[in-house]
């Protein structure tokens, strides 16, 4: 498991009809780094501080963390202090 905390800057839906909801949805760190879910949707976190704690896994052939269900929204963020 690893820890970042940074700005968000961007986030949104992208089609992906391989995926098995037909989409998914992304929070990108300043500096690049993502947050995909397939289940959630990341919204209303861009321009916010944020904390992230979780295993690192490839998307895309890039590092990011997967969230899914079992992970829980509310426990999977935190705003930077």
Avoid: R
């Amino acid at each position: 498991m690893i820890e970042i905390c940074g700005l968000v800057i961007a986030e949104g839906n992208q089609d992906c009809p391989d995926c098995y909801y037909g989409n998914y949805s992304y929070a990108t760190f300043e500096g690049g780094f993502n947050v995909i879910s397939y289940e959630w949707e990341l919204q209303n976190l861009e321009g916010y501080c944020i904390d992230v704690i979780d295993t690192v896994e490839m998307f895309g052939g890039k590092p990011a963390f997967i969230m899914d269900k079992t992970e829980g929204y509310g426990d999977y963020f935190f705003e930077c202090e």
